[in-house]
């Protein structure tokens, strides 16, 4: 079992910034890969980035550029850092962990972008 607590999520004006964080806990030896998925309401969940354990990278398309990710492997913890932040980009943002059994999924982190 992986555990996964997030934060960082709030309310930010367009242009602006947040850094979301997930931590993961129990079984981190079994996780071959991190990232994050977002869900705005009516919408399916998407891939928002994702980090492997070798360090490569992957970003959905309306976030390039705009959105880095990176990783902590001391800490077990990953890190999503939001820049130039648009209101479409208003969802809840959920953490995950990829494992060789299965997925874990962090509660989720609002994320609003005022206009």
């Known amino acids: 079992q992986v555990q996964l607590v997030e934060s960082g999520g709030g309310l930010v004006q367009a242009g602006g910034s947040l850094r979301l964080s997930c931590a993961a806990s129990g079984n981190i030896f079994s996780i071959t890969a991190m990232g994050w998925f977002r869900q705005a309401p009516g919408n399916k969940r998407e891939l928002v980035a994702g980090?492997?354990?070798?360090?490569?990278?992957n970003f959905g398309g309306p976030v390039k550029g705009r959105f880095t990710i990176s990783r902590d492997n001391a800490k077990n913890t990953v890190y999503l850092q939001m820049d130039s932040l648009k209101p479409e980009d208003t969802a809840v943002y959920y953490c995950?962990?990829?494992?060789?059994?299965?997925?874990?999924w962090g509660q989720g982190t609002q994320v609003t972008v005022s206009s």
């Open positions: 980090i492997t354990n070798g360090g490569r990278r």
């Open positions: 995950n962990a990829e494992t060789r059994t299965g997925d874990y």
